[in-house]
């Protein structure tokens, strides 16, 4: 049975970082894309960050880039989201997604095969 855990995330002030994890059981997620997704009130899921199952190569959304940074710890199975200079629209519920899609559909939720329960990140400003 597929299982990912989010944790990690909390309330903090605008400016903070936070760092998110994701452990996984029943998977090897290297064997995975693995990425983030977050997801606003009233909002849909949007795409965060990927880490792609073939050689780790990350890509990031347009709005995120340059203040995170994915990464995954094999030994641990478990990967990770360091977010710095959060600003108060980073506010959402944070998920971790595994799939195996190709290059083109890595930012589609729809294509993910397992998600955790996400993690509640709020930025006050």
């Known amino acids: 049975q597929v299982q990912l855990v989010e944790s990690g995330g909390g309330l903090v002030q605008a400016g903070d970082s936070l760092r998110l994890s994701c452990v996984a059981s029943?998977?090897?997620?290297?064997?995975?894309?693995m990425a983030w997704f977050r997801q606003a009130p009233g909002k849909e899921r949007e795409f965060v960050a990927v880490?792609?199952?073939?050689?780790?190569?990350?890509i990031y959304a347009d709005s995120m880039k340059g203040r995170v940074t994915i990464s995954r710890e094999s030994a641990k199975n478990t990967m990770y989201l360091q977010m710095n200079s959060l600003k108060s629209e980073d506010t959402g519920v944070y998920y971790c997604g595994a799939g195996s899609q190709v290059l083109s559909a890595v930012r589609d939720s729809g294509m993910y095969y397992y998600w955790g329960q996400g993690t509640q990140v709020t930025v006050s400003s």
């Open positions: 880490i792609r199952r073939s050689g780790g190569a990350t």
């Open positions: 029943g998977l090897t997620l290297r064997n995975y894309n």
